[in-house]
């Protein structure tokens, strides 16, 4: 893999990123024995937790999926980019810096460097822009977007530390100035700056006349805008964003989040907003933990970012009916992931931002602070939509805190929600938990009966069996599972295992690497090296290997030894009765024939 870093830089970042409090910043972690973690697997859909994370070993592996490695592989997978956009994603968390390449690479590096090259650009021309309408917005007063923000008594500090701006009434202000800075019409089409018109092909600006917000990622970096029409009646949507780039996926982005980090982190707490202003406003009244989800709606990736970071989410929505639909989502997405959940009510039904600028912040905070469990507006909701003195319609609003309560996983947390619904439908809690648990038993029997395998939690590495239907690769994982799990054994198959014996392959790659290190006095660090030869080839069944207990005991080690060198021998003969075979095809020499012939006699069928 080419990598254009140097091998002691990386090697830096990797002892100075621990992967147990790296993965835990993705995904909450629970202590599973000594320096063991598991969680729900980032990498798809499960309720069983097979995801394990080794902090002795500095690996993580799933047992559903497969997917496993080092702390390199993990953000490789999670961020969804190569080595060397992961290494630096590590080295400004770390606190490494890495010095930039001074000779060109080879191909594949030549190819990294490209794509890496790419994604800076798009970086350059998204901070180079939010100055751009920074600057138009304190050039320019006159314009509409300065007179709205005005009104809305955003202080200059506000406006700069929000990075707030306005974008030029022209169709093509944003095109004539990127391409002034020598930006290619190319990289201002894939960052989302310009468009082109679907007859004709003519180059046209996306936020023309638009007051702009910038959007940061995890780190801080600008990644794109949203951008709100200041018209009266807009021709087009309200507010428009960047489209999908490689720098930005609005299902993985939230607003503020750089600075609602520190505060959330602090209060074990979010709260989520509709919208930037919202976000703002709630800032403003000093409840620095307000963060908004980029796009239409909230998401599954955006709550497992929360999920970094807090217990609670107060969810500060509108209202309205679409306010209220998207609470629902909201909490189905959250409730599966145990946060404790609230719904803030605005007092008047009015936004965060309409009740800051009325009431001050004074008023936002006792707004937040009377927030009700999310139980408690579900049953006022109901009370709204159904005729609760009707056992029809009362059943009715016990089968919507039904199907919630079927996405809580945790039995303790779904007993006691079960309890608040009850008191507040004035149904028994025997029936609630009744009708729930007959949903859930019938699931059960509908996934059973499907022919699809149920997905257990991680399975011990079973001891193999070596005889002659065991394959090679087979008994070199499981000489690679015995060399780490016992020093003892390591250093046996380094004096006796003749190399030629291996194959090509990782497995042999990894037992080659842990003799080495055994025979250098450093069998201690040898699984930590083996896992760091999975960022550049993730092979599951070696991450299977480091994440579990070693499966053998000192009992039943030199057997186990014994016969996978004999399978290793034996089909090591057999690989030689082949080539000998050929030679003797091709052998014209009788003296050539009469030795290999010798040689095909010791060599057993």
Same mark, same amino acid.
């Given at each position: ?403 919630? !309560?079927? =996405?809580? +996983?945790?039995?303790?947390?779904? #007993?006691?929600? /079960? %309890?608040?619904? *009850?008191?507040? &439908? ?50 070199? !994982?499981? =000489?690679? +599972?015995?060399?780490?799990?016992? #020093?003892?054994? /390591? %250093?046996?198959? *380094?004096?006796? &295992? ?67 060198? *004999? ?39």
């Amino acid at each position: 893999m080419g990598r254009g870093i140097p091998d002691e830089v990386i090697e830096e970042i990797r002892l100075r990123s621990d992967i147990v409090e790296v993965i835990g910043s993705y995904i909450p972690l629970k202590r599973a024995g000594g320096n063991s973690w598991k969680a729900c697997c980032p990498f798809h859909q499960e309720k069983t937790p097979s995801f394990h994370v080794r902090g002795d070993k500095q690996v993580f592996h799933c047992f559903g999926c497969g997917k496993g490695g080092d702390v390199f592989r993990f953000v490789m997978e999670r961020e969804n980019v190569p080595f060397p956009e992961a290494a630096h994603l590590l080295a400004s968390r770390c606190g490494v810096v890495i010095p930039e390449p001074t000779a060109a690479g080879g191909g594949d590096r030549a190819a990294e460097r490209a794509a890496a090259n790419v994604r800076d650009r798009l970086y350059q021309l998204q901070e180079e822009f939010a100055r751009f309408f920074e600057s138009n917005l304190k050039k320019h007063p006159d314009w509409p977007a300065a007179r709205y923000l005005a009104t809305r008594a955003l202080s200059p500090e506000i406006v700069a530390r929000f990075r707030l701006g306005a974008a030029p009434d022209a169709w093509d202000g944003c095109l004539r100035y990127g391409r002034a800075l020598g930006f290619t019409d190319e990289e201002m089409l894939t960052g989302g700056i310009i468009r082109r018109s679907d007859n004709g092909g003519r180059l046209y600006d996306h936020f023309r006349g638009r007051l702009t917000f910038a959007i940061w990622n995890e780190q801080g970096k600008v990644v794109g805008f949203s951008a709100r029409s200041l018209e009266a009646h807009p021709q087009t949507a309200k507010y428009v964003n960047t489209a999908e780039t490689p720098i930005f996926k609005k299902s993985q982005l939230l607003y503020a989040l750089p600075f609602a980090r520190k505060p959330m982190q602090e209060t074990r707490e979010a709260i989520l907003c509709e919208g930037q202003l919202d976000t703002i406003a709630l800032h403003r009244a000093g409840l620095e933990q307000a963060v908004a989800p980029q796009g239409t709606g909230f998401t599954a990736d955006q709550a497992r970012i929360l999920r970094r970071y807090v217990d609670r989410v107060q969810l500060a929505f509108d209202a309205d009916q679409a306010g209220q639909k998207a609470v629902r989502s909201a909490l189905e997405l959250l409730l599966p992931l145990e946060f404790e959940v609230g719904v803030i009510r605005i007092p008047g039904g009015k936004d965060p931002d309409e009740l800051f600028r009325s009431g001050g912040a004074e008023a936002v905070a006792a707004a937040v602070g009377a927030a009700r469990p999310w139980t408690v507006h579900l049953a006022e909701s109901c009370a709204t939509r159904y005729d609760l003195t009707n056992a029809a319609d009362r059943g009715r609003a016990a089968g919507e805190f039904i199907d919630l !309560l079927g =996405l809580v +996983e945790n039995p303790v947390l779904r #007993e006691l929600y /079960a %309890r608040d619904s *009850a008191a507040l &439908l004035n149904v028994s809690e025997d029936a609630i938990l009744g009708e729930l648990n007959r949903r859930r038993r019938l699931r059960t029997r509908r996934f059973a009966g499907s022919g699809m395998p149920q997905q257990s939690a991680a399975p011990a590495v079973s001891p193999a069996t070596p005889n002659a239907a065991v394959d090679r690769e087979q008994a070199e !994982l499981t =000489l690679l +599972e015995l060399s780490l799990g016992f #020093e003892r054994a /390591a %250093r046996l198959l *380094a004096e006796q &295992l003749p190399p030629e014996l291996l194959g090509d392959t990782p497995a042999a790659r990894a037992l080659n690497r842990v003799l080495a290190d055994t025979m250098n006095g450093e069998h201690a660090h040898a699984a930590a090296a083996v896992a760091a030869m999975l960022a550049e080839d993730p092979t599951p069944a070696i991450s299977r290997i480091l994440a579990s207990e070693c499966a053998f005991t000192e009992k039943n080690l030199d057997k186990a030894l014994k016969d996978c060198v *004999a399978v290793l021998r034996a089909r090591g003969a057999v690989r030689d009765r082949k080539r000998i075979i050929e030679e003797l095809r091709h052998a014209t020499d009788p003296e050539e024939k009469l030795r290999l012939l010798a040689q095909l006699a010791r060599k057993p069928e």
